[in-house]
Each structure stands twice: as C-alpha cells, then as structure tokens.
C-alpha cells in the first residue's frame, strides 16, 4: 500500500468553525489530491498540488483552501465549516499529473467529517 | 469538461458468475481509463487500468475493455467470488494540459450472493 496517512479520520464539529484535514505522504510523489466523496456523486476533485507551494483549484472548491509547505504534506482548510460539507475526504498521490503520462492515483483511507 | 456515466449503480451476481460494468465519457481527449475498488470505511484502490492505444487488457479474472470510436468502456470481473464485493468506480482522464483531471464515474456497488 502506498505510505499515505490522513488525520484525523473522524471529526464532528459544528457549521462556522474552523476544520483542517491532514495528509501525509512518505513516496516523495510530486502530486498530491484532495476529493470529496457524496452519495450518487462518485469522487469529486477538490484542490490539487504540483509541486510545494504550487497548488490549482478542481471542480468543487468553493470554501475549500489548501496548502503544501512541504513534499510530504498536504492540507485541507474549511475556513468556516457548513453542513453541505458534511463528506468523507480522500487524499490522493501520484507520481506525476496524468497529463503528463497519466501515472494511476494511490488514495488514503479518508477522514470521515461531519457538520452538526 | 469531461463526464463520465456509470452503470448500473447495483448489481448483484451470484458466486462464480461474471460480472460487467460499464462506462461511457464525453471528452475525446480521455487517453487513461483507470478502475478503482472501494471496501468499506477504505479508500478506493486501482484494480486495473487501460491506455487509449489498447483495446483490451486483462489481469487473472479482471479484464477491461475500451471502445474509443463509441467512447465506452468496461470492467469484467469471471468467476467471482465473496472477496468482490465492493463498490467499483470507473474514471477517465484527459491528455489536455499538465493539470491532473481525473474524473469519476459515480460508482456500481457489486453484491456476489453465495
């Protein structure tokens, strides 16, 4: 399996607060993923890193914001939590952007949010 | 954009029966079609994947196929067995830039009944 850890893997917390979502890599793989998983809606891409410091936006980023200070790492940051994004969050590597050779994505095993 | 449809969304099968799942996208540009497992409480795991310049590939009792002219492809899992049981997602990727676009079909739960 690939060396892919997500922190915490459950959290509650209630609409307004601030929430951040971690994910830690030991593959040294240059791009790392955040998705979001709804019922009906498969994965959907939230933000997307490329290198340290250099981050895009996905299809669902809309109150999401992230960062990467270092290869390793990989942050999620709800800056006020609602209840639509109440989810279960994957965190994703892969050695190069499939773009570019379309290397396979190798997921963690998710943190379970909810939004009271 | 790309858009990838899925179906059927369940499927139940019983042991040793095969079973097919199948995909369809919009975006001509796709060239990687990777297929995904997903256990309960775990994250989704590649099972298989094929290229837009193979027609077919097969892996022990897993094989997936890709028809580029009608923009479809499929899973076909043989002899299954408990251990199948999942929910398997279907994605597709297009070769447009160096952004990393990988898009999800929205998943078929496979019941294999004993």
Same mark, same amino acid.
């Given at each position: 399996d690939a060396g892919i850890t997500q922190s915490p893997r459950h959290k509650v917390t209630e609409t307004g607060t601030p929430v951040t979502l971690r994910c830690h890599q030991t593959?040294?793989?240059?791009y790392m993923y955040w998705y979001r998983q709804d019922p009906g809606h498969g994965l959907r891409l939230i933000h997307y890193s490329y290198g340290v410091k250099d981050t895009d936006k996905g299809?669902?980023?809309?109150?999401y914001s992230v960062s990467r200070s270092k290869t390793e790492d990989f942050l999620l940051t709800l800056e006020s939590a609602t209840s639509s994004q109440t989810s279960v969050y994957f965190c994703a590597i892969s050695e190069r952007g499939q773009g570019d050779g379309n290397q396979p994505q190798h997921f963690g095993d998710g943190t379970r949010l909810s939004i009271l | 954009g790309e858009n990838v449809e899925q179906h059927p969304s369940t499927l139940s099968v019983q042991e040793g029966d095969s079973a097919v799942i199948k995909c369809t996208y919009s975006? @001509?540009?796709?060239n990687y079609f990777p297929w995904y497992k997903q256990e309960l409480g775990k994250g989704p795991q590649l099972i298989i994947d094929i290229r837009s310049n193979v027609g077919e590939k097969k892996d022990q009792r897993i094989a997936v196929t890709l028809n580029k002219t009608a923009k479809h492809f499929s899973l076909h899992i043989t002899e299954?067995?408990?251990?199948? @049981?999942a929910v398997y997602f279907c994605a597709a990727s297009p070769r447009t830039s160096s952004a990393s676009k990988i898009i999800f079909g929205s998943g078929t739960r496979l019941s294999i009944r004993p």
């Open positions: 593959e040294n793989h240059r299809e669902v980023s809309d109150g | 975006d @001509s540009a796709s299954t067995q408990p251990e199948d @049981s």
